[in-house]
């Protein structure tokens, strides 16, 4: 698909990795709709700097985990676009969850954004693609979702969820909308990343190094731009899934 003139809604697309997504499609051309729950300062920020890069952008604030909200946010896409073209699915949430749990909520809020989420902006942004005869849905997986991380039991399913709802959208949805997902290593340190705990991620990575948002937008940009590639996770990590091969001959 050709970026440029395409309109692209990126949710969590506020900041960090959902805001590189969005500044990567913006400067390829594309119109953007930045949505954000509670993030609004930040929404306006990558607002701003998606219009500096000459893209048409708007911000929209909804809980994905709401079927109506997202409804909402879809029909003004249509209404201010004319629909959505590029989807992608970054809203997430990044709770400890220890097991055996002492309640439930950390499960079901996790399950209701990355799952739930992505399932009801897929569906609705769906019927708008199919009849326009072209589309592309994109999910933002991590490592969790082949390696369980310990006490992020919610997110690390969440995210295997993720990743075969990628694979279900290819099916239901070829030959005319693509499903593909990027699962992240290091990418952006959070800002209460201590030097100790930003190092030590750094050094487990093959390539010894965070990748950054712009290697994320970049892939992005790949599975969009690729008209052959659906159904698949291209993974962006900096090798970080097999530095520990490495370590254990050291």
């Known amino acids: 698909m050709e970026i440029a003139g395409r309109t692209a809604l990126v949710t969590g697309g506020a900041h960090r990795v959902g805001g590189a997504v969005t500044l990567?499609?913006?400067?390829?051309?594309?119109?953007?709709?930045?949505?954000?729950?509670?993030?609004?300062?930040?929404?306006?920020?990558?607002?701003?700097?998606?219009?500096?890069?000459?893209?048409?952008?708007?911000?929209?604030?909804?809980?994905?985990?709401?079927?109506?909200?997202?409804?909402?946010?879809?029909?003004?896409?249509?209404?201010?676009?004319?629909?959505?073209?590029?989807?992608?699915?970054?809203?997430?949430?990044?709770?400890?969850?220890?097991?055996?749990?002492?309640?439930?909520?950390?499960?079901?809020?996790?399950?209701?954004?990355?799952?739930?989420?992505?399932?009801?902006?897929?569906?609705?942004?769906?019927?708008?693609?199919l009849e326009r005869s072209d589309g592309v849905i994109l999910n933002i997986v991590d490592l969790s979702a082949w390696q369980p991380w310990p006490d992020r039991g919610a997110h690390s399913v969440a995210k295997a969820a993720s990743l075969a709802l990628t694979r279900q959208l290819a099916v239901e949805l070829a030959p005319t909308v693509r499903a593909n997902a990027v699962a992240l290593g290091p990418t952006i340190p959070p800002v209460h990343f201590s030097p100790e705990q930003v190092e030590r991620l750094r050094s487990r990575t093959l390539l010894g190094r965070w990748t950054g948002g712009d290697e994320v937008g970049r892939a992005v940009r790949y599975l969009v731009e690729s008209e052959t590639v659906t159904g698949e996770c291209l993974t962006v990590d900096a090798g970080e899934q097999y530095g520990h091969v490495r370590e254990r001959f050291e």
């Open 24 to 129: 990567a499609l913006a400067r390829a051309g594309a119109n953007v709709i930045v949505n954000y729950l509670t993030s609004e300062v930040e929404a306006d920020s990558t607002v701003e700097a998606a219009r500096d890069l000459g893209a048409e952008a708007v911000s929209f604030r909804a809980d994905v985990s709401d079927p109506d909200q997202v409804a909402e946010m879809v029909e003004f896409a249509g209404d201010r676009f004319g629909g959505v073209d590029i989807l992608v699915n970054s809203a997430s949430a990044f709770a400890t969850d220890p097991f055996p749990p002492t309640d439930f909520a950390t499960w079901h809020r996790t399950f209701d954004v990355v799952v739930h989420g992505a399932y009801y902006c897929s569906s609705i942004v769906a019927p708008g693609m």
